[in-house]
């Protein structure tokens, strides 16, 4: 099955700063890479997501870029504030009856 | 409608204790599942229910027994539940068509188990 693997566990940058989380996937049959941020006490909300025919897209002060040869995707933050500390998990799906797979986690802590 | 609601949103049961959880959501999603979170880990899925059929069982113990009486309706019962089991329950949807979708999270039950 599909193992996904997150880096950093842990992030701290200074506000203004840019930020950048990794994630690899083991299934080349993934087409879809969603990105989730949950604060503390919160539900994991989607903030980005990518489809494997896209190489980058971007919203605002986020990206997510994906390079299915090397098979990892990758989240930036640029800007960084405060109310981005959260943390994110990365995911990756193929279509078809089975559920997203998880990354274990990135805390992103941005010092003011 | 893009919500999925859970309620209760705070529950304290004791290990002899039998209660529910409960998901609803109105966006004509037709998969649903169920998730337990602990602390600084991610959510690790429990069920799946794909067109209100049960479609993936992790492995879960039977004091977990969900259920869907509908399309926008999904169940989990508790019963005999141990301090172990205590943990944040999500709940949460997506499209269930040949493409990929994103899940939307409810904002989950926090179990308590004493």
């Known amino acids: 099955g599909e193992n996904v693997e997150q880096h950093p566990s842990t992030l701290s940058v200074q506000e203004g700063d840019s930020a950048v989380i990794k994630c690899t996937y083991s299934d080349s049959a993934s087409n879809y890479f969603p990105w989730y941020k949950q604060e503390l006490g919160k539900r994991p909300q989607l903030i980005i997501d990518?489809?494997?025919?896209?190489g980058e897209k971007k919203d605002q002060r986020i990206a997510v870029t994906l390079n299915k040869t090397a098979k990892h995707f990758s989240l930036h933050i640029t800007e960084t504030q405060p109310e981005d500390s959260a943390v994110y998990f990365c995911a990756a799906h193929r279509s078809g009856n089975t559920p997203l797979v998880f990354g274990k986690g990135t805390r992103l802590s941005v010092i003011a | 409608d893009t919500e999925v609601t859970q309620t209760p949103k705070h529950l304290v049961m004791g290990m002899t204790n039998k209660k529910s959880l409960k998901c609803e959501q109105h966006m004509g999603h037709r998969a649903m599942y169920w998730y337990k979170q602990k602390a600084k880990k991610p959510p690790e899925l429990m069920f799946v229910y794909s067109y209100e059929k049960l479609s993936i069982n992790e492995s879960v113990p039977s004091r977990f027994s969900p259920e869907c009486p509908n399309s926008s309706l999904l169940n989990l019962h508790l019963h005999a539940l141990q301090p172990e089991d205590s943990a944040l329950y999500l709940c949460?949807?997506?499209?269930?068509?040949?493409?990929?979708?994103?899940?939307?999270f409810g904002s989950g039950t926090r179990l308590t188990v004493v």
């Open positions: 949460a949807s997506s499209q269930n068509r040949g493409q990929s979708y994103g899940y939307t």
């Open positions: 990518i489809r494997s025919n896209v």
